[in-house]
């Protein structure tokens, strides 16, 4: 089974940056099938952002593409969300997800808060 801790988040100005990390233990992020950031807003449904396969293979909602990353790094077992040109809407907390031979892990989650 595979733990996940993510952190990384914070309170940031419209147009600002954030990156988020997700660290893995228990298993190497390469052999995951699918390593996953989501996002719940207050009051609404946690929704998919980003995602990368074990093959390297990336997907994003069509409302990051282009100024949100994902990325992994082997040393530090980690997954990386790069998130650039911020804006209110992006408010949510954000979690890591592992989906592997049918099985999910989560993180704890962490706050990312866009605002003035």
Do not use: H
Not at 41 to 53: M, N
């Amino acid at each position: 089974q595979v733990q996940l801790v993510d952190s990384g988040g914070g309170l940031v100005q419209p147009g600002g940056a954030l990156r988020l990390s997700c660290a893995a233990s228990g298993r190497s992020i390469f052999s995951i099938d699918v390593m996953s950031w989501y996002r719940q807003a207050p009051g609404k449904q946690r929704e998919l952002v980003a995602s990368i396969t074990s093959g390297g293979v990336t997907n994003y909602a069509g409302s990051v593409k282009g100024r949100f990353t994902i990325s992994r790094e082997g040393v530090k077992n980690t997954v990386y969300l790069q998130m650039n040109s911020l804006n209110p809407e992006d408010t949510a907390v954000y979690y890591c997800r592992a989906f592997t031979s049918g099985s999910s892990n989560w993180g704890q989650g962490t706050q990312v808060t866009v605002s003035s």
